[in-house]
């Protein structure tokens, strides 16, 4: 990092001394300071922000900035469009009750200021001996997240002094470094924890406890499960706070039902608002479902850090004890195994909280948290289910008082891309279309190695009659519509399907879709997925088809909805499933499909498989779900990134064809001169990029990241993610990766391929997987190089199955697998057919794919 140019600003320093407000005699008592802007002013919420020069000390060394551009993420001008620069260690000391807690919230936009180099500010931020902030970055971290601003919030501890000192240190790493802030909040609260917090992992009365009324904590996620955002001004007790929906937290495909309070809620018990206990997360109405998974969230966090997971509960509906009972565990430890809300609570529509406290290590794959909730069957429950309400987690201070994370890194092509666009970091910014948030960590499930903040957020849509936004917490895309909603909550005129996709595909009746699928009869259904259940289903008195239908209970999946069917109107392809149809009426969206009598690729890796697949045919299925992908990437109009590849969308139809499916999640894109599309993070994990999670960027190489995991899939017949296995083994991706690398790969190959494989094959098959999961999207091979290699390797299998005399050079015997020359196959290539055939593969197809364009546009 370069030296930044060193400022010597003098402004005068005005000592003022406001009288603590007794919180018994009205609201709490709140400081809003609008820094370096000596007018003050009122931010989109309505809240009268003033000028901070008389809260400072020491103000010799500051100055004040004016922004030179507003992002237009920004939800308002305050506090945002002004900075207090610091050149030198600077406080600010307010009067309080030091007897309360209080919340502590720092904003910082990293934009371009006059005469400063906003990339060469690294700085600390210290309340008395706490340090909240060690050698911190706002450039570096909100570069790497790829958001406008970053917004921290801390709850601090009574103490017994009655002021209140945040000190800025400029780093004294870096030669010209400075602090700076844009907003400085300070709100009283009441104390909301308790005096004695269970560890999870320490059992009995012996048990080892926290005391969070003595900690001072770093609030990391707080979320309204299985509701929407709720903004500060809808918060209860004047505290300010924002309640994020919790869906890119979901782990896995199976994210239970969402469901709202239909009586009145008693919330004299809640430490939420009203609004976080009338809606829940449930596991779904089936028992037999339910019994078979957990309902499961991950977190990414710093390691070395003790955790409070504060549960919000509140069963609205049920009536009585024993009808929902279920198990609370973290990081596979069981934190609680009888969780009965109405027990504990008292009373059914009675607000409850519930809290644990867990320590984050530094081992491999320990900087995250996992909560999964499961029924306890044991007990013998009305109902095998489990529920959510809503879910805060702080960090506290270690045993140095210190709530310091590291900076998060900015990926090499993320670097380019600052390199060849800016000369000034900040100045030409083209990421800016995400808000705010901070979560830290890295993830063996996601298959990151370096710890790292992450946020999975998005520029919050602005719909008519919304509540303006401006807090702390990661914010993502989102799914609900604005329209009026019918009695069965599905919102009416919510797609607009563009004539175009009207044109190219058939429209059904809802009487059709009835007709054909039995009136959606339990025994026609094949497969579940996030959008919703798939039917098999006859049209036309003949005509087999697979037919996806939205849940009629959920707003989920409108956009899918749309996507899927704009996408796959203009796209035909003998390796993309084709679509037929579509039908939106009486509130049921669903989708029909060419059906695909062999069902998915994962039903015939895992065991209860339906049939053993030889090596041979796992290489055909990859390489005809690689020229899909390559088709996606190249081939079509645009560039389309599916986002979503895993084995599950990988269909195999009668003749054992492989097709690529499922593209509600696709995006279009991205603009090469760009070199990406800035995007919510959506997908699966144990298949996500990792440098898509960290940048919200998304690539074509995103989906090669996933195939790999896919090829790994096909190679060991294991999930992506098995948290039934030791730690180290839960993501393929990662022990896969450590057994290439130490030459042990061969002990995960499916027990029905050992010694069927040979060493040629073996090697650079995994070779190509290898590559696909590199770090870096740089370094990944395209789509079009990875299906080359495949076909090399299919080729290798044929040579040693059929081995044939070599033929001349030039020459290429396809159907009797002579050896290949890099001549003849560059001559193949040259002369193959257009991607855009559904049906023409052309001579060769068997072997050699239809690649156009190898370099993409």
Known sequence: MSPGIHILVSVMYICFIFEPADAADGPPQQFLLSCGNLKGGVDADGRKWEDDTKFLVKADKSGEAKADMQDPSL??????????????????KFDINGSNRHFLR??????????????????????????????????????ALSQAYIVKEYALAPSDLNDLTVTFKPSDKYSGSFAFVNGIEVIETPEMFDDETGMVGFAGDSGVTVEATTASMETMFRLNVGGQYIPPTNDSAGLMRSWY????????????????????????NGT????????ARTMGPDPNVNKNYNLTWVFQVDANFTYLLRFHFCDYLDEKVNQRVFEIFINNQTALDTMDIIGLAGSANSPMKKDFAILVKDNKGDNEIWVALHPNVSVKPEFFDAMLNGL???????????????NPQISDLMQKQIDHNTKGFASKRSYTTAIIGGAAGGAAAFGIAAALLVVINNRKRRYP???????WLPLYGQTHTSSSKSASGRSHGSTHISSDAACNCRYFSLAEIKQATKHFDESHVIGVGGFGKVYRGVVDGKMKVAIKRSNPSSEQGVNEFQTEIEMLSKLRHRHLVSLIGYCEEDNEMA????????????????????????????LEICIGAARGLHYLHTGAQYTIIHRDVKTTNILLDDKWVAKVSDFGLSKTGPNMNQGHVSTVVKGSFGYLDPEYFRRQQLTEKSDVYSFGVVLFEVLCARPALNPNLPKEQVSLADYAMYCLRKGTLEDMVDPQLKGKISQECFKKYTDTAGKCLADHGTDRPSMGDVLWNLEFVLQLESNVENPKPASTKGSMDLDNGGPRDQSSIMAMHRNTLSLGSEDNDGDGSEVFSQIVNQKGR
């Open 392 to 406: 805060e987690i702080f960090k506290l201070g270690d045993s140095k008082k210190n709530l310091a994370g590291p």
């Open 245 to 268: 929906d919790d869906t890119a937290y979901l782990f896995g495909a199976s994210s239970g039902v969402t469901n709202a309070a239909n009586t009145t809620i008693d919330a004299g």
């Open 591 to 618: 989708l029909v499909y060419d059906y695909m009598g062999k069902g998915t690729l994962r039903e015939h890796l895992y065991k209860n498989n339906k049939v053993t697949l030889t090596w041979k045919q796992r």
């Open 272 to 279: 939420a608002p009203l609004a976080v206990y009338s809606t």
């Open 106 to 143: 720092l904003y910082f936009y990293p934009s371009s200021y006059p005469n400063v180099n906003i990339s060469n500010s690294y700085f600390g931020v210290n309340v008395g001996e706490t340090t909240l902030l060690n050698n911190f970055s706002a450039a570096l971290t909100a570069t």
């Open 75 to 92: 939800p308002s001008e305050i506090p945002f469009m002004s900075a207090r620069i610091f050149n030198a260690e600077t406080s600010y």
């Open 465 to 471: 009659g919304q509540d303006s936004v401006s807090s």
